[in-house]
C-alpha cells in the first residue's frame, strides 16, 4: 500500500500576493477603455455624412464618452489601492495603513455603479438610434423607456444601499468603528442580480425587430451573434454572484481576494 499524500497547505497570506498580474490587467484595462472610445469617435468622423437632420454623434456616444472618465478613475483607484496592499494579505498592516484602501474602496464601488449605469444608457441609446421612434412598434418604444427607468433607479438604490450599508455611516469606509453592517456578500449580489435582469432586458429587446428586418437570414443571424456576445456580461455577473455566495467572508475583507478583484475589473462590456 502506498504513502499517504501529504498536501501542504501553506498559512492565510502566504502566496496570496496577487498584486503584480492585478497589476498588469488594470493596465490593460485601461489602455483597452482609451482605445475603445478613441476608436468609437474616429469610426464616427471617418464615416460617411448621416442623412440630413441626422447627428454624426448622438447621446449613445456622449453616455460612452461620459463611461469613460469612470472607467478610468476607478481602474486608476484599483492600481492606488494595490500599491497599498489590496489584493494582498492585510494581516501585517496597522490599521492606519488599511483605512485608506477602505476609503478609497468605498469611493470605487460609487464609481464603479455610476460607470455601469452610464454604459447601459448608451445600450439604449443605441437601440434608440438604430431603431428611431417613427419606424418601431408601441412596445419597442415604451419598452426603451421602461429600461431606462429601471437604469436610473438602480443607479439610485445602489448608491443609496452602498451610503447606509453601515450603521453608523462611516463604518462602511472604517471598519474598525462599533456598529453594524448588512453582509456584503448581500450587497453583491443584490447589486450582481439587479444588473443582470436590466442587462437581460437591453439585451433581449431588440431580438424581435432584428429578426423583422428585411434583410436575408444570414444577415439576421450575424446580428444576433453579435448582440449574443453582449451575454458575456450576463457570465461576469453571474461569476460575481457565485463569488458572493461562496465565500461571503473573502468579500467582507476586500483586500486580499484575487476573485473579487478578478470580477471587479470588467465591470464595463455593456
Known sequence: MGSPVVRYHPPYGVEQDHRPELQILAIVMIIVACVSIVARFCSRALSPPPAAGNPRWWWDDW??????????????????????????????????????????????????????????????????????????????????????????????GMIFATTFVCDPVAKVWNPF????????????????????????????????????????????????????????????FIGRSIAAFRSPDDLGRQLSGKRTLLISLVPYPS
Open 177 to 236: 468603528l462599533d456598529g453594524d453592517c448588512v453582509p456584503q456578500a448581500s450587497l453583491w449580489i443584490g447589486n450582481a442580480m439587479s444588473s443582470v435582469a436590466i442587462d437581460l432586458l437591453i439585451l433581449l429587446l431588440p431580438l424581435p425587430r432584428v429578426w423583422a428586418l428585411r434583410v436575408t437570414r444570414l444577415t439576421r443571424l450575424g446580428i444576433t451573434i453579435v448582440l449574443g456576445f453582449g451575454y458575456g456580461v450576463i457570465l461576469v
Open 63 to 156: 453616455t460612452a464618452l461620459a463611461a469613460t472618465p469612470f472607467v478610468l478613475a476607478q481602474l486608476i483607484m484599483e492600481l492606488v489601492m494595490i500599491h497599498l496592499g489590496f489584493g494582498a494579505d492585510i494581516s501585517g498592516l496597522s490599521r492606519e495603513a488599511q483605512l485608506p484602501i477602505f476609503k478609497l474602496l468605498f469611493a470605487f464601488y460609487m464609481i464603479y455603479d455610476i460607470g455601469v449605469s452610464f454604459a447601459k444608457a448608451s445600450t439604449l441609446f443605441f437601440l434608440r438610434r438604430a431603431f428611431p421612434t417613427y419606424v418601431s412598434p408601441a412596445w419597442f418604444n415604451i419598452g426603451l423607456w421602461v429600461i431606462h427607468f429601471l437604469n436610473i433607479g438602480w443607479l439610485i
